[in-house]
T-cell receptor, first 116, second 114 residues
């Protein structure tokens, strides 16, 4: 079974600074997808970014980028120019690409605080 | 932009009662999921549903739970005889089902069992 680990329960960053959230995963599959979801106080789950395992290029979405290290099974999220609205719980998630409609497996989450 | 909707946003029930949580998926999506998040914990998979039948379920999804798509649009999660430990946020998610797709989440239903 796949597992996802987020070893940082809490992180903080100053507004306009950069922060990196860590995520590691364990799998024996070669075809899979990785995601970062944001959960603000409203508890809505919002997709931030996704990465296909077969792509060597790291995904980017505006101020959000990932550092995907497949051999190390590491998938970190970098938030540049942090804004107050980035404050939220961030979840790393894994999904198998070997079967259609497979489940998401989530990490424990990292609570990000953005200080003005 | 199409979105997943869920009703109610908050449900309070007495232990032992039955509850039905409802979800309206994005219209061209074929796979439907329910996830649960107990307060302060991570999001856990409950069940996936495709072509009017369960395609996968977790060990959490026991006989107390059932899912159906009664009218071709709504996707429901029924919890029979609720327990205190069923108190959680329940998220519906939907996807097109391709191996490349992304699951989109609804806003969640907060279930409180007293």
């Amino acid at each position: 079974a796949q597992t996802v680990t987020q070893s940082q329960p809490e992180m903080s960053v100053q507004e306009a600074e950069t922060v990196t959230l860590s995520c590691t995963y364990d799998t024996s599959e070669s075809d899979y997808y990785l995601f970062w979801y944001k959960q603000p106080p409203s508890r809505q789950m919002i997709l931030v970014i996704r990465q296909e395992a077969y792509k060597q290029q790291n995904a980017t979405e505006n101020r959000f980028s990932v550092n995907f290290q497949k051999a190390a099974k590491s998938f970190s999220l970098k938030i540049s120019d942090s804004q107050l609205g980035d404050a939220a719980m961030y979840f790393c998630a894994y999904r198998s690409g070997e079967t259609s409609g497979s489940r998401l497996t989530f990490g424990e989450g990292t609570q990000l605080t953005v200080n003005p | 932009e199409p979105e997943v909707t869920q009703t109610p946003s908050h449900q309070v029930t007495q232990m032992g009662q039955e509850v039905i949580l409802r979800c309206v998926p994005i219209s061209n999506h074929l796979y439907f999921y329910w996830y649960r998040q107990i307060l302060g914990q991570k999001v856990e998979f409950l069940v996936s549903f495709y072509n009017n039948e369960i395609s996968e379920k977790s060990e959490i999804f026991d006989d107390q739970f059932s899912v159906e798509r009664p009218d071709g649009s709504n996707f429901t999660l029924k919890i029979r005889s609720t327990k205190l430990e069923d108190s959680a946020m329940y998220f519906c998610a939907t996807g097109q089902g391709y191996s490349t797709d992304t699951q989109y989440f609804g806003p969640g239903t907060r279930l409180t069992v007293l």
